[in-house]
């Protein structure tokens, strides 16, 4: 038995190292594609080392493509929608699960209705509505836009960590003498955290690598993101394909070093929201 035992615990890990080596190739294979020149990606296989790294695509990228201030938005856009939407989320999930009023769960099917509607049914509308309030061009439209498509997954996921949570201690804050304030902002909000945590990061992805809202709504260089910029570098003639790369590794570095330092946190957030009790 011993002996049977170690063997699965072997196959599970080479299994599992199989799977690694599977998810971190295309990270690797996109870090020498953007060391590599217009002549390397076509005349040379796509699995070959760069003959002379080209580490010049990274300054040119952040230099003369301007990424440097795409980068600098898309952290702005992102970091400022996943706050509001973490809290705005929090505050309803909040209201739905541990107040008791007449219209909660009208109000919880009106914010499950927002996961079946389409992106990009609602571009012309958002356009419209923006237009008519002077908003195109504006981050905010980005902001408000990411804000409100991300609302009803946030509570979702918020919606089964709440309902797990003891009501004994907002019933002694109460006794107390605490506001729903106070309960909310000092008690309940510090106890979600592994499951805001889960929450940020699946808004900070979809943020980060969100295209079609900002490419419909923003048109100035200067309020443009990486997902957008990336078109800096695709001519009418040439395209310059080691400068893509070097912009798709800036962009994807933020995303995995965040994913690294909340891992801990995202894992104890589901686990903690999928068992009620």
Known sequence: MPFLNRAAYGIMYLFLIIVAIFQIFPIIWLFLFSLKNNQEVFNMSPFSLPAQPKWENYQKVWTEGNISQYFFNSI????????????????????????????????????????????????????????KINLIDNPLSVIFTYTAFNLPITIMILLGFYEALPREVEEAAVMDGASINHIFFRITLPMTAPVIATAAI???IYNWNEFVFVNTFISSDSFKTLTVGIQNFIGQYTTDWGAIGATLVISILPILIAFLILSNRIVEGIASGSVKG
Do not use: D, Q
């Open 202 to 204: 699946i808004n900070m």
């Open 76 to 131: 702005t856009y992102t970091v400022v929608a996943v706050v509001l939407t973490v809290i705005l989320a929090s505050m309803v999930t909040f209201a739905l699960t541990r107040m008791n009023w007449k219209g909660s769960k009208l109000v919880l099917g009106l914010f499950m209705v927002g996961l079946m509607i389409p992106v990009h049914s609602t571009l012309i509308p958002l356009f419209n509505t923006f237009t």
